[in-house]
């Protein structure tokens, strides 16, 4: 993507050649242009400029307008860690696509695939068979949340499916045959199987390579698993925000989803940048290839053009269909492969003359729909997990990222004033303030969710205690109770502390499940239009005359009540 004109193509290739087509349509109109995307890139800036403003993952999830994602989970094999190898003289199985037949052949060197080109370059049964196993055992496939699978190419994907089947066979009994469906472009009727992952029960698991990689709405996916390595952030982005979707199970939210991360795809990305380059390497066609020839003056031009030709050649000689072997035979006398060093052998002169003599070489060789011949080498050795660890943000084991989070927030105490606003005078904490101190931490790869999958793990025990109850332990010691505990005692407290009237002790009730799920309820959430209180309540002004101007304080109390020590009166 980033190659350069060599001094010799300028003579006669010019940035019109290299400039993607969406650039083409976008120059052709003569009008203001405005971009929204959500993958932006340096292709789109040098477009419309540099983005005039910005709303990132991170805020969307902190304002619950999209779900976050758990540590990813890094599966290893044997074999995933140690590579595949066959020695220099040891025999190797080659399947060919074009043909359908497995061959022989001897190794002349020593072989070693790294787990970035399994099932592209090798085919290793083992490996994705030992995958699917623990697979099936973490997803149950009659269940409402859904499964989608990446996998590197569509026989891959059909190896995928047959495995997943099996496994889960053995792992839950009796599964429908349609659980697990394959949705590609070589798929039957693609388009009805992706309605059918969307709306109805089944399929629960969909093994796709990039059909639904961007441009698909199915908010119940609940898991994602790559088999695929891939080397563009923005791709990685879209694949991942395919699990992002709000969605309820039977009146429950949708949690954080899960990643299974099977090709160390997280430790790959996160060295890449989204940015990539304007202009693309024109994929000059042999006609073009052909003409530039006849009508080059220059004898360094031609010479360019002639092993240009003669290397996208020898690249299209294993793809030609039968008739196009026969109509090139016919027009050059010889095989691709003589041709080929004929033209590497020949005076340039005469070169350039042959082919104003042949100018219809170029259609032969550019001809859509010759079979194209892919080779996979096959490994039939058995595989097993050997590890199972999750990816945190800043360390990969969970009792480091706890600790972690302790230092930082402990060393961090006068450097951001919410922090100590959560620590010291919680019944002043805003949404506001609440959001710029998680977007701080997020910065530094703290989060919610990691934290509770860290707790998790390091004690076997789940602590839904919000992202201030683990600030607090970290600075305070304060023990980390449930959110929802502290929540109901903040409330019987406050509704013991006078006679209420009826509607009062509704709405202190409301305002209790409201700070819930939003962890703080404050005058602006009143305020909020999503929230009832605005949509059933009349806003901030309405309550406040139910508890006689006293509603500010009520808050103010209720906040401080939560977070009374060890959650006591």
């Known amino acids: 993507l980033d190659r350069e004109l060599s001094d010799t193509e300028m003579l006669f290739r010019g940035f019109e050649d290299y400039v993607s087509k969406y650039r083409r349509v976008l120059d052709y109109f003569d009008a203001v242009k405005i971009g929204l995307t959500a993958t932006p890139a340096l292709h789109t800036s040098e477009i419309f400029g540099l983005p005039v403003y910005s709303y990132s993952y991170r805020e969307a999830v902190i304002d619950g307008y999209l779900v976050d994602y758990e540590p990813p989970i890094q599966i290893s094999t044997r074999l995933s860690t140690d590579g595949i190898y066959w020695a220099a003289g040891e025999e190797v199985q080659v399947y060919s696509t074009r043909t359908q037949q497995l061959d022989l052949f001897t190794a002349p060197d020593e072989i070693h695939i790294e787990v970035e080109n399994f099932n592209k370059k090798v085919i290793t049964e083992g490996f994705n068979k030992a995958i699917c196993s623990y697979l099936a055992k973490e997803i149950d496939p009659s269940a409402r949340p859904k499964t989608l699978v990446f996998c590197a190419n569509d026989a891959h994907a059909d190896l995928v499916v047959h495995l997943l089947k099996e496994a889960f066979t053995e792992q839950w009994g009796e599964v429908d045959d349609d659980a697990v469906v394959k949705i590609t472009g070589a798929a039957d009727k693609p388009l009805e199987l992706i309605r059918k992952y969307r709306n109805e029960r089944s399929p629960s698991v969909a093994v796709t390579v990039d059909l639904l990689t961007t441009g698909i709405d199915v908010p119940s996916i609940c898991n994602l698993v790559f088999l695929r390595r891939v080397n563009s952030r923005i791709l990685f982005d879209q694949m991942l925000g395919r699990a992002t979707r709000l969605c309820d199970f039977d009146g429950v939210a949708k949690g954080p989803f899960r990643v299974f991360d099977v090709v160390q795809l997280f430790d790959n990305i996160k060295d890449m940048t989204a940015m990539q380059p304007v202009v693309v390497n024109p994929k000059q066609s042999f006609s073009q290839l052909g003409e530039e020839l006849r009508g080059a003056s220059d004898e360094s031009v031609q010479e360019l053009v002639r092993d240009q030709f003669i290397a996208k050649l020898q690249s299209k000689k294993r793809h030609l269909s039968a008739e196009s072997e026969v109509d090139f035979e016919t027009c050059t006398g010889m095989s691709p492969s003589d041709f080929a060093k004929k033209l590497k052998a020949m005076p340039i002169t005469e070169v350039v003359e042959w ?53 930082y927030i402990t060393g961090h105490i006068n450097d951001i004033p919410a922090l100590v606003t959560v620590l010291t005078r919680p019944r002043e904490l805003t949404r506001k303030d609440l959001k710029t101190l998680e977007m701080a931490l997020a910065q530094e790869g703290f989060s919610e969710t990691s934290l509770e999958t860290a707790w998790y793990q390091t004690t076997n025990h789940e602590m839904a205690a919000r992202i201030i109850g683990f600030i607090r332990q970290a600075a305070l010691g304060d023990s980390l109770i449930p959110y929802d505990e502290r929540v109901e005692h903040a409330l019987q407290i406050i509704l013991s502390k006078q006679k209420w009237t009826t509607p009062q002790r509704a709405w202190l009730r409301k305002i209790a499940e409201q700070t819930k799920e939003n962890l703080l309820v404050d005058h602006s959430a009143i305020e909020e239009p999503d929230l009832i209180f605005s949509r059933d309540g009349g806003g901030f002004r309405k309550l406040d005359k139910l508890y006689e101007g006293q509603l500010d304080a009520i808050l103010g109390e209720f906040s401080e009540m939560v977070w009374r020590k060890d959650g006591t009166a």
């Open 355 to 407: 082919f104003t003599k042949n100018p219809d070489l170029g259609e032969i060789l550019d001809r859509v729909g010759d079979a194209h011949d892919t080779t996979f080498l096959i490994h039939t050795g058995d595989d097993e997990i050997t590890g199972i660890d999750r990816l945190y943000d800043c360390k990969k084991r969970p009792q480091a990222y706890l600790d972690a989070f302790k230092a």
